[in-house]
């Protein structure tokens, strides 16, 4: 089992920053792309960026300019990190890790508790 922690999360005003981190613990060995997804009340949960092992990063058009994800493969945990620049209140959202794991070729979601990120003045 993989275990995925976030924090970061807060109140900011609109056109400042915050960083979100998420620790991957535990069977990371196989842990492939990870991302950060967020959900704002009444909505679908959404892909804000995703990256590869490898490091090739991809963003939703909103955050794009915005927002950089990061990772860092260490030898007993992943460190994933986003950070948000420019925020505005359509930003508000709670926020969560994700990773996926390759198990005998069948792709495995695994999700963090997620972390309430809100914009407003």
């Known amino acids: 089992q993989v275990q995925l922690v976030e924090s970061g999360g807060g109140l900011v005003q609109p056109g400042g920053s915050l960083n979100l981190s998420c620790v991957a613990s535990?069977?990371?060995?196989?842990?492939?792309?990870m991302g950060w997804y967020r959900q704002a009340p009444g909505k679908q949960r959404e892909l804000v960026a995703g990256?590869?092992?490898?490091?090739?990063?991809?963003?939703v058009a909103s955050v794009k300019g915005r927002f950089t994800i990061s990772r860092d493969n260490a030898k007993n945990a992943v460190y994933l990190h986003l950070e948000m620049n420019s925020l505005k209140p359509e930003d508000t959202a709670v926020y969560y890790c994700?990773?996926?794991?390759?198990?005998?070729?069948?792709?495995?979601?695994?999700w963090g508790q997620g972390t309430q990120v809100t914009v407003s003045s």
């Open positions: 994700n990773a996926v794991k390759t198990v005998l070729g069948d792709e495995h979601d695994h």
């Open positions: 535990g069977s990371i060995w196989n842990i492939g792309p």
């Open positions: 990256i590869t092992k490898g490091g090739s990063a991809n963003y």
